[in-house]
């Protein structure tokens, strides 16, 4: 199957720094890729979704200016946790489908955890 | 609101049993619906997909129901394994995909 790549797979950083999540689509094109958050024991919350070469919608409650999304081809996307607090720590998965009407495919999650 | 709601937050059955997991929804109508895998620490992975106009989709020991009219899906794993333990999501999908909450099975020996 398709292999959607998350990088780093764990960072622990101090309140008030910026973190930035990569998600590389390795063998498929992706012109929409979905970021998510998980908390411990809860299910994936869609936080935004990620268009190549356009403004990334965000879902209601997120905040825009808080994480960033850069969709600059068609094989990466990147979230930039800005000023993370350590209500930010949580469990963020990128997600991608060659065919936008098919499974997705997932990253292998990035633990933030914000000291 | 649209919800998306799995049954039951877990599930413990005996090895050999049949495993169902339910996932109901409310205000949505979706294209598809998908059944995710999950294991701690780990992105989810697909499992089984269907549309709108299927009724049942099958795959080894997994089958899938799709009931438009009730807004429900059943999940099944027949002949259930110690290594069938996880926690499995439904997502509803048209332009982009919402999970339910996931259901933890764990299957004992």
């Known amino acids: 199957g398709a292999v959607v790549s998350q990088h780093p797979s764990w960072v622990i950083c101090k309140s008030g720094t910026s973190v930035k999540i990569e998600c590389r689509s390795l063998?498929?094109?992706?012109?929409?890729m979905f970021w998510y958050r998980q908390f411990p024991k809860q299910s994936l919350m869609l936080m935004a979704t990620?268009?190549?070469?356009?403004?990334?919608?965000?879902e209601q409650g997120v905040e825009k200016d808080k994480f960033l999304i850069n969709h600059a081809s068609l094989t990466l996307s990147t979230l930039t946790v800005t000023s993370a607090h350590p209500e930010d720590s949580s469990f963020y998965i990128c997600?991608?489908?060659?065919?936008?009407?098919?499974?997705?495919?997932f990253g292998e999650g990035s633990r933030l955890t914000v000291l | 609101s649209q919800k998306i709601e799995q049954n039951s937050e877990a599930l413990n059955i005996q090895e050999g049993k049949t495993a169902t997991l339910t996932c109901n929804y409310t205000?949505?109508?979706?294209?598809?619906l998908q059944w995710y895998r999950q294991d701690p620490g780990r992105g989810p992975v697909f499992l089984l997909l269907?549309?709108?106009?299927?009724k049942e989709k099958r795959k080894e020991r997994l089958k899938v129901t799709f009931d438009t009219t009730l807004k429900q899906s059943l999940f099944h794993i027949t002949a259930s394994q110690p290594a069938d333990s996880a926690t499995y999501l439904c997502a509803l999908g048209n332009n982009d995909m919402r999970f339910g909450a996931g259901t933890r099975l764990t299957v004992k020996p």
């Open positions: 063998d498929f094109q992706a012109t929409t």
């Open positions: 269907i549309r709108e106009n299927e």
């Open positions: 205000n949505y109508s979706p294209a598809y």
């Open positions: 990620s268009n190549e070469g356009s403004k990334a919608t965000y």
């Open positions: 997600s991608a489908a060659p065919d936008p009407t098919g499974e997705l495919f």
